[in-house]
């Protein structure tokens, strides 16, 4: 009976010491887990080059949401240089990589990803119409593996012609510089015809696709007597906006622009694009912690800026009047 007794005391010692070592090392392993948490792979499909301010807009974002780069999230970049036929090709390169998200800027980018692949989330920083490219089924409910941003706003385009009519009252023939293909600008392109009507302006497109076919376009501006421009958001007119509104100085014109960062227009009204960068940021968090792209409803911007540049108007010998400066979100100097 004592040897029993012994036997079973030794074995209970056994037994503790094993139940404290599987306690000891699921602290380890939990401590090891959290001082090498799982790094997450961020691919960023870009229509421009570096330096890219959208694309550090976003990992600001996802720095503010606790990542820390290298530790917690890593990024792969694809950048296609303002060739769009790129897209495709650098969109499976992502998907090869296996990231766990892409971010996209513009439909192109949108579309060449959702071509890629069904299966890895699909973050719009920023899209036109969604629904009409089909790359989501509503914005209410996404389904898919598509999600994101759209700039798409009702009646912002009646409001920038109206504001641009307000700011140089003498005009009455407006050109648009529109990028053939791109479905959302298309159909801005038909609102702004129909709102024009009411205005008493006669519109004027001119299509670009290339950097080469800006100077024809801007010359063909000035044979059809434009008086103004309205410069609506593409990853074209965006990416070679600098280009674009030295042009506009050139020959004269007093330009619009839909984004509110395109500082160097007469008028910007539109939304702030790299506050839309820093919300795709929190797209990007919900998904890495496991929701689905499908069941998070595509967001639209809930405001708008105007931004009023005097230095454009001085340039341009014009005089905005006060009802417009007094209206303005920012004036710039």
């Known amino acids: 009976m004592r040897v029993d007794h012994t036997r079973r005391r030794s074995v209970q010692r056994v037994m503790a010491a094993f139940g404290i070592a599987v306690v000891l090392g699921s602290i380890q392993v939990t401590a090891d887990a959290q001082q090498?948490?799982?790094i997450r792979r961020v691919?960023?499909?870009?229509?421009?080059?570096?330096?890219?301010?959208?694309?550090?807009?976003?990992?600001?974002?996802?720095?503010?949401?606790?990542?820390?780069?290298?530790?917690t999230v890593a990024f792969e970049y694809r950048w296609a240089e303002g060739k769009l036929t790129r897209l495709p090709r650098l969109a499976a390169e992502l998907v090869?990589?296996?990231?766990?998200?892409?971010?996209?800027?513009?439909?192109?980018?949108?579309?060449?990803?959702?071509?890629?692949?069904?299966?890895?989330?699909?973050?719009?920083?920023?899209?036109?119409?969604?629904?009409g490219a089909g790359l989501v089924a509503s914005l209410a409910r996404p389904g898919?593996?598509?999600?994101?941003?759209?700039?798409?706003?009702?009646?912002?385009?009646?409001?920038?012609?109206?504001?641009?009519?307000?700011?140089?009252?003498?005009?009455?023939?407006?050109?648009?510089?529109?990028?053939?293909?791109?479905?959302?600008?298309?159909?801005?392109?038909?609102?702004?015809?129909?709102?024009?009507?009411?205005?008493?302006?006669?519109?004027?497109?001119?299509?670009?696709?290339?950097?080469?076919?800006?100077?024809?376009?801007?010359?063909?501006?000035?044979?059809?007597r434009a008086e103004a421009l309205v410069l609506f958001a593409d990853v074209f007119t965006i990416t070679h906006q600098r280009r674009i509104l030295d042009l506009a100085?050139?020959?004269?014109l007093p330009t619009m622009c839909s984004w509110r960062e395109s500082a160097d227009c007469l008028i910007a009204y539109g939304v702030d694009r790299f506050e839309m960068?820093?919300?795709?940021?929190?797209?990007?968090?919900?998904?890495?912690?496991?929701?689905?792209?499908?069941?998070?409803?595509?967001?639209?911007?809930?405001k708008l800026e105007l931004v009023v540049n005097a230095r454009t108007a001085k340039t341009l010998g014009l005089t905005i009047p006060a009802s417009i400066v007094s209206r303005a979100d920012h004036v710039i100097q």
Request: net charge positive; hydrophobic share 40%; aromatic share 4%.
């Open 249 to 252: 100085i050139k020959h004269r």
């Open 43 to 71: 691919g960023l499909l870009r229509p421009g080059s570096p330096p890219d301010p959208y694309a550090e807009a976003f990992r600001r974002g996802l720095r503010d949401l606790g990542y820390v780069e290298q530790r």
């Open 144 to 224: 898919g593996n598509v999600t994101g941003l759209s700039v798409i706003i009702p009646d912002v385009i009646s409001k920038q012609l109206q504001l641009l009519k307000e700011a140089v009252p003498r005009i009455s023939r407006v050109a648009i510089l529109s990028v053939p293909g791109n479905l959302a600008m298309a159909k801005s392109v038909r609102e702004a015809q129909g709102a024009s009507r009411t205005l008493g302006l006669t519109l004027l497109s001119h299509g670009v696709r290339t950097m080469e076919e800006l100077g024809p376009a801007f010359d063909a501006m000035t044979r059809d």
């Open 277 to 302: 960068f820093r919300l795709a940021a929190v797209y990007v968090d919900k998904i890495l912690k496991g929701a689905k792209p499908a069941d998070l409803p595509v967001q639209q911007p809930t």
């Open 96 to 131: 090869e990589v296996k990231v766990d998200v892409i971010v996209t800027q513009g439909e192109e980018a949108a579309r060449a990803a959702k071509e890629a692949t069904s299966t890895i989330p699909i973050v719009m920083a920023t899209s036109g119409d969604p629904v």
């Open 36 to 38: 090498n948490p799982k």
